[in-house]
């Protein structure tokens, strides 16, 4: 019983001091290999769930994250791998602790991967001064700020029908191939933002450059770039929308104005089924197992309002809905956290009306706080438009509409199409500082009314 007294209070001291400085290194063994993870022994009362170990052989060290605990084993799935350099049984892995980064400003301007190191070949980046874990919570409830004051994105169907206010977290909810990412392009110019942090979640490797070069151009001077494309392993697939919200916060809490962009939510929570399934969770909603739809809320409720007198981080994540079911889990799930959701419709994008944003069907659950004056009167006005234009499509191509016999008809023929026009923006356009008086010129042009009487 002494012995076994003896052996307990060293092990409180070895837990004492590797939590404190870590001048104790506590190491064990792998001990059963699988696809996706590994099975260490000697280590599992010495870690936490989404702490880090070290495999260290051949002069590098690679990380795994701890993503199940049982008395005796723990479980751990590799960050970073390449093919031959497997661990073997009986290799030493090495507790390292929570995963942290130091942001700076200077990495403005920089595009990293999930793990904070650059991937641009501009040299090493700036440690700030602060770690902070990728992992943190978000602010107390009633300590944020409130959301209201508006913001122009530069936009025009969303500052018309679904516009935005500073700190709200907005969906782009779209199938594959419709234009989310380029939607996602125009959002990241807006001149409203101080600074603007961008996660791409399993983008194609050969888009990131052209992204990043092309599509954000001078505006990268302002821009972090976190980087895990779809060949990198699920860990890092998972870490990078992380990461990004880390380096968000520290703006934020410096007082600034951030925009997010997550591109995109459902390969971070494909990224996260991936990591539950090889942990051996159960699914529970469609291959999903439920640490996924904790997650989501997670990292969601970390962007928003800084606490009073911080500043805002005002979050744009896409959503790919498989096969256009907007029922999804992940796109449910997303939903009901989210401020709002942009739908972008594949019929308005085959008929070359970009962005293919469907006005009937998106939502901003802030759009009361950032109209001014009556443009919520005309914004709904022009959503009733809209919507009497396209019920009476069939209609209009059966051939059963008579002009004079509908007013409200006949207004919503001769105005709509002067809408859709109007609402057409590409890439490439500048951004419009009002959407409204562009539309009313538009519309006024269309009735006839002179330049004088406008």
């Given at each position: 019983?002494?012995?076994?007294?003896?052996?307990?209070?060293?092990?409180?001291?070895?837990?004492?001091?590797?939590?404190?400085?870590?001048?104790?290194?506590?190491?064990?063994?792998?001990?059963?290999?699988?696809?996706?993870?590994?099975?260490?022994?000697?280590?599992?009362?010495?870690?936490?769930l989404g702490e880090l170990v070290e495999f260290r052989r051949r002069g590098s060290r690679r990380l795994a994250e701890v993503v199940r605990l049982d008395p005796d084993l723990a479980t751990v799935c590799p960050i970073e791998g390449a093919a031959g350099d497997a661990a073997a049984i009986g290799e030493r892995v090495?507790?390292?602790?929570?995963?942290?980064?130091?942001?700076?400003?200077?990495?403005?301007?920089?595009?990293?991967?999930?793990?904070?190191?650059?991937?641009?070949?501009?040299?090493?980046?700036?440690?700030?001064?602060?770690?902070?874990?990728?992992?943190?919570?978000?602010?107390?409830?009633?300590?944020?700020?409130?959301?209201?004051?508006?913001?122009?994105?530069?936009?025009?169907?969303?500052?018309?029908?679904?516009?935005?206010?500073?700190?709200?977290?907005?969906?782009?909810?779209?199938?594959?191939?419709?234009?989310?990412?380029?939607?996602?392009?125009?959002?990241?110019?807006?001149?409203?933002?101080?600074?603007?942090?961008?996660?791409?979640?399993?983008e194609r490797g050969r888009e990131v450059r052209e992204f990043i070069e092309d599509t954000l151009g001078p505006h990268m001077a302002k821009t972090v770039a976190v980087v895990a494309t779809?060949?990198?392993?699920?860990?890092?697939?998972?870490?990078?929308?992380?990461?990004?919200?880390?380096?968000?916060?520290?703006?934020?809490?410096?007082?600034?104005?951030?925009?997010?962009?997550?591109?995109?939510?459902?390969?971070?929570?494909?990224?996260?089924?991936?990591?539950?399934?090889?942990?051996?969770?159960?699914?529970?909603?469609?291959?999903?197992?439920?640490?996924?739809?904790?997650?989501?809320?997670?990292?969601?409720?970390?962007?928003?309002?800084?606490?009073?007198?911080?500043?805002?981080?005002?979050?744009?994540?896409?959503?790919?809905?498989?096969g256009d079911n907007h029922n999804d889990p992940v796109a449910d799930s997303a939903r009901g956290i989210l401020d709002g959701h942009l739908v972008l419709d594949r019929r308005l994008a085959d008929e070359g009306r970009y962005p293919p944003v469907n006005p009937l069907t998106s939502i901003s659950r802030l759009a009361r706080k950032a109209w001014r004056g009556d443009e919520e009167t005309l914004a709904i006005k022009l959503r009733q438009l809209i919507h009497r234009y396209e019920e009476t499509s069939d209609l209009r191509l059966l051939g059963g509409y008579r002009a004079g016999t509908d007013p409200d008809l006949d207004m919503a023929v001769k105005q709509a199409p002067v809408i859709y026009q109007t609402l057409r923006q590409g890439p490439d356009d500048p951004p419009c500082p009002d959407a409204f008086a562009e539309l009313a010129e538009a519309m006024k042009t269309a009735a006839g009314v002179p330049k004088g009487q406008r």
């Open positions: 019983m002494a012995g076994r007294a003896t052996l307990q209070a060293l092990a409180e001291v070895t837990d004492q001091f590797a939590d404190a400085g870590r001048s104790i290194e506590i190491s064990g063994k792998v001990s059963a290999a699988a696809a996706g993870n590994y099975t260490v022994s000697g280590l599992s009362r010495h870690l936490r090495w507790r390292r602790g929570p995963f942290t980064i130091a942001p700076d400003p200077s990495w403005c301007g920089r595009t990293i991967s999930a793990l904070g190191e650059p991937v641009d070949g501009l040299g090493p980046l700036i440690a700030g001064a602060h770690d902070r874990r990728i992992d943190a919570p978000p602010p107390q409830s009633m300590q944020r700020d409130r959301v209201n004051e508006p913001i122009r994105t530069g936009v025009k169907v969303v500052d018309i029908f679904t516009p935005i206010c500073r700190g709200q977290r907005l969906g782009v909810f779209a199938g594959s191939g419709v234009g989310k990412s380029t939607l996602l392009s125009m959002f990241a110019r807006a001149a409203d933002f101080d600074r603007a942090v961008i996660a791409l979640v399993g779809s060949d990198e392993s699920p860990m890092l697939r998972k870490m990078a929308p992380l990461t990004a919200m880390t380096v968000a916060e520290h703006f934020r809490d410096a007082g600034e104005n951030v925009l997010l962009i997550v591109d995109s939510l459902t390969r971070f929570a494909h990224a996260l089924r991936e990591v539950g399934m090889a942990a051996g969770e159960p699914p529970v909603a469609r291959g999903y197992p439920a640490s996924v739809f904790t997650a989501l809320p997670g990292l969601l409720e970390r962007a928003g309002p800084g606490r009073q007198g911080k500043g805002a981080i005002t979050a744009i994540v896409s959503v790919l809905v498989d």
